[in-house]
């Protein structure tokens, strides 16, 4: 175990006034269960499914105690997850995963600090916190931030509403799963201070030794993560603040997909959101946001591998991230709109040692090898507008409009870092492949938008046809990365996503289907190179489609329900005529239940085709189809407490999703069994 990391939160958090974002994607709420927060949600089961987005509470899953954000959310309809081992998988959706997706947790973004992605953000976002989690798939708003092409994940946080005479309220969970010891125990307490003024409370715990595949092998998966927060906030007469204080400390991280572990991995948030309600002529309310977090990542490949090894390799990183948001909403008779600015900023740092364990356990500099991230700060500066406005009683017409600066730099790109064998700077790595050096800022002016149209068939029946621009900006890897085997491109241009999707939904009485189909035309997709330098994975831009169908749908009747998705994705490298690499295949999930009062027991298949459609250089090879059989129950123990449990993968099968990632000192690329069968139990309560 390496030392503690000293805290470093910046106090200009502190400066700005209270103004927050409150969730920017709307749901017809006339169509969603009914909640009562002084139970157990039960009904946390039926969630609220549209033609492209998905909203639930995480409490009330059916499933195993999730070892982190990813692994509950590879459980949405269109959304899967790459997995080096049981913690930290990576979320793809509609073929486009890392900053092709924006992960927004109470209005504020994390960037994880390895840069093999042990720590993606929401394997850190405070996923038992939220209220409600919405699954926004394809580019569905302006007001999300830079970015988020393939979609987004926004974790909503609400003030807590106490009963009458009731001054605090509480929330508990606990599990435990039998492949891998799986442990989990957390919960909230909330505290009226009186006057509007609240206090809030939250901790978890959680860990796991490794688990097996259904043949039986062990899989390096093992892990420890705390977490723990407290909000002071305010929510009366129209105005509400919150200020987050948050900690997240993973420890012993083990990974059967790399070549490295992660000992130590901690995240200090802080988070100032609020807003105030108007009646101002058009102007209706004001909301925003303020908000850093500084991740420190250590991983290494002696600690957790090989204690008695006399030389290894250690990578301290860190990834800092500040940002801020200001939006006004207004209201024009027919038409809702939303203009707002908004800054996010980015500064990374990744150092190499190599040698003899004690010397580079002290960082000692004549054992620095590399500097992966030589001091990278990427910072994206954004104004946007949105309207929607009622054409007539059945249409509905959504335009925005969305500029970003972005301003990426690297101030140490002309070091030699400080081992005596190292002779090459990140300059010498980019001029060597590409003819350039990151000695001068790079900078980017980024326009987007969308226009969406939606026509309402019949009082449950919605039509709708969609063309968006979005555009995301090259991330550190992609821009930065300085190693002899992997190296980043200072000049790649911004990849433009020009989609068009059409879909159906329908709510009836006691069934409802969706449908979307989308075609995104890529140009200057970043394509992560494996080809062209052998030995040397490098970055170029080319021009490339993605398209695919989704397919949602549900019945109830007399305590009995149906629920069922199928997701289709195709991805093409147009410029060299072939597949994109790491696409899921056609997959998807059924599950029928059956209920009445107080408990309810039923089973999900989940299932994937064969995928071979596969860029060799990138995807370990052809993944087979599968089919696994999950069963749950649950049982409402009192009023306000819930007994769930289950087995997944019943029948013990051995397989693994279509996804993979490799090391950044093992370039193998290493596919990752899921687990075998596992049963479970959890108890979730309010009091």
Request: net charge negative; charged share 20%.
């Amino acid at each position: 175990m390496k030392p503690h990391f000293p805290v470093r939160l910046s106090a200009t958090a502190l400066l700005l006034c209270s103004l927050s974002t409150i969730a920017l994607a709307q749901a017809d709420t006339a169509s969603a269960p009914e909640i009562d927060l002084g139970e157990i949600v039960v009904q946390a089961d039926k969630p609220l499914a549209t033609a492209n987005s998905y909203e639930f509470t995480p409490v009330g899953q059916m499933s195993v105690p999730a070892a982190d954000g990813g692994a509950l959310l590879s459980s949405v309809p269109g959304v899967t997850a790459g997995r080096m081992g049981g913690h930290g998988l990576e979320l793809v959706i509609r073929g486009q995963s890392q900053n092709q997706l924006n992960i927004i947790d109470g209005g504020s973004f994390t960037f994880g600090g390895c840069p093999n992605r042990m720590d993606p953000p929401t394997s850190i976002a405070s996923v038992a916190r939220a209220d409600k989690i919405i699954v926004e798939r394809g580019y569905a708003s302006v007001t999300h931030g830079p970015g988020g092409s393939g979609g987004t994940v926004i974790l909503e946080r609400e003030a807590p509403e106490f009963e009458e005479n009731k001054r605090w309220e509480g929330e508990f969970h606990s599990g435990i799963t039998s492949n891998s010891n799986t442990r989990e125990a957390g919960g909230t307490i909330s505290y009226d201070l009186g006057n509007g003024f609240y206090l809030e409370a939250a901790g978890e715990y959680r860990t796991a030794d490794n688990y097996e595949d259904g043949d039986g092998n062990e899989i390096r998966s093992a892990y420890t993560q705390k977490s723990a927060g407290l909000t002071f906030g305010y929510d009366r007469n129209g105005v509400d603040f919150a200020l987050d204080l948050e900690r997240d400390r993973a420890e012993d991280v083990l990974f059967a997909g790399a070549g490295m572990d992660s000992p130590l991995s901690e995240t200090d948030t802080i988070r100032l959101r609020g807003g105030i309600d108007l009646d101002h002529g058009a102007l209706r309310r004001i909301e925003g946001n303020l908000f850093q977090s500084n991740v420190d990542h250590v991983m290494d490949n002696y600690s957790l591998r090989n204690p008695s090894a006399m030389m290894g390799m250690i990578a301290p990183t860190t990834s800092d991230t500040w940002g801020g948001k200001i939006e006004a909403q207004l209201d024009f008779g027919a038409t809702r709109a939303k203009f707002g600015v908004d800054h996010l900023s980015n500064n990374r740092m990744a150092r190499g040692y190599m040698g003899p364990i004690a010397l580079i356990e002290a960082y000692d500099p004549t054992r620095e090898v590399a500097l992966s991230w030589p001091d990278v700060t990427i910072a994206q500066s954004g104004l946007y507008g949105e309207t929607e406005t009622d054409l007539n009683d059945s249409t509905v017409l959504k335009l925005g409009v969305r500029y970003d600066y972005v301003r990426a730099t690297s101030d140490m790109a002309d070091v030699v870092p400080g081992a005596a064998s190292a002779t090459m700077t990140a300059n010498d790595f980019y001029t060597t492949y590409y003819g350039t050096t990151f000695d001068e800022a790079r900078e980017e002016h980024n326009f987007g938008g969308l226009a969406r149209l939606e026509y309402k068939l019949d009082a449950s029946s919605v039509l709708f046809v969609g063309l968006s621009r979005s555009v995301r900006t090259a991330d550190a890897n992609e821009r930065a990365m300085a190693r002899s085997n992997w190296v980043g491109n200072p000049d790649i241009n911004p990849e433009k996503h020009n989609q068009f999707d059409v879909g159906y939904e329908t709510v009836r009485d006691n069934w409802s289907f969706n449908a979307t189909a989308y075609l995104d035309k890529v140009d200057d997709y970043i394509l992560r190179d494996a080809v062209s330098v052998p030995g040397v994975t490098t970055y170029r831009n080319v021009s490339a489609d993605l398209k695919g169908i989704e397919l949602s749908g549900s019945w109830e009747n007399n305590g009995w329900s149906i629920l069922s998705d199928m997701t289709w994705t195709h991805g093409q490298n147009n410029t060299d005529d072939r597949p994109l690499a790491q696409i899921p295949p056609l997959q998807g999930q059924i599950t029928l239940s059956y209920g009445q009062d107080k408990w309810r027991a039923g089973g999900r298949v989940n299932w994937a085709l064969e995928q071979d459609r596969i860029d060799p250089s990138r995807d370990p090879g052809v993944t087979p189809g599968y089919a696994t059989l999950d069963v749950f129950g649950s049982y409402d123990v009192s009023k306000s407490a819930v007994l769930i449990a289950g087995a997944d993968n019943v029948t013990d099968e051995t397989y693994a999703n279509h996804l993979s990632r490799s090391s950044v000192f093992d370039p193998a690329l290493v596919q990752v069994n899921e687990p075998g069968r596992t049963f479970y139990v959890k108890l979730e309560a309010r009091f």
